[in-house]
């Protein structure tokens, strides 16, 4: 029996390392880990997927993205043959957007986002956790946060602000903690709960992914 092409999607500047502990049965499923490049100037997310969609090597694979990874596998499944998409952590519209997403692309604050911030994970933590950030923590942003080029991140947070798609694709499998820091519970419709699961919990509930994706997947 040919093995089913899996293919992961991590969240915004995040590298394939926050799938480090997710685990497929591998006499069933091939793991493919896709990764950010830098965007051209003033891309959209239409041709930026496209361009991922290129590196895509199997046909009718299952896509699975983290958060911005999660809006991004949607539009890519737009433009070829997808056996399932599943979301972790994101949104299948911007009607699920918080607030402050609304107002942040309203207001057009974003842009003043000190984004060069990235480029020095330390400074970037202290900024918005404060000083008293536990050494953990900073290590796994360390560990996990990838890209810190300023183009792709004031790129990265304009286009998910400014996602245009209002309809809720239904056959999108969303997969949401009920402790999403980020993406409010509140504002999902239709979608698994995991109890306790935060904005990463890809990184910290993996058990419960690593049981369950499987029969995600399988089941039609």
């Known amino acids: 029996m040919s093995k089913i092409p899996v293919y992961f999607m991590p969240g915004l500047a995040a590298s394939p390392t926050i799938f480090e502990n997710i685990q497929l049965p591998e006499d069933q499923f091939e793991m493919h880990f896709l990764e950010w490049f830098l ?3 003033k891309e959209s997310i239409e041709s930026y997927a ?3 969609v290129e590196k895509i090597k199997h046909e009718n694979p299952v896509l699975v993205g983290v ?3 999660g809006v991004l596998v949607q539009e890519m499944a737009k433009q070829m043959e997808v056996r399932k998409v599943i979301i972790i952590s994101s949104v299948k519209s911007n009607t699920e ?3 402050r997403f609304k107002v ?3 207001t057009k604050a974003y842009k003043l986002i000190p984004t060069q911030l990235l480029a020095d994970i330390e400074k970037l933590v202290k900024y918005a956790f404060g000083d008293n950030i536990v050494a953990k923590r900073l290590k796994l942003y360390e560990k996990y946060l990838s890209v810190r080029d300023k183009h792709y991140l ?3 947070i304009e286009t998910i602000l400014c996602w245009e798609q209002k309809e809720i694709n239904n056959a999108v499998i969303h997969i949401h903690g009920d402790a999403d820091e980020v993406f409010p519970i509140k504002n999902i419709e239709k979608c698994i709960v995991v109890k306790g699961g935060t904005h990463i919990m890809i990184v910290n509930k993996f058990k419960w992914l690593n049981e369950n994706l499987p029969k995600l997947i399988l089941n039609d």
């Open 50 to 52: 496209h361009r991922m």
């Open 67 to 69: 958060s911005f990874g």
């Open 97 to 99: 957007f918080p607030t």
């Open 39 to 41: 965007p051209k100037e």
């Open 104 to 106: 942040a692309k309203t």
């Open 154 to 156: 004031d790129w990265a």
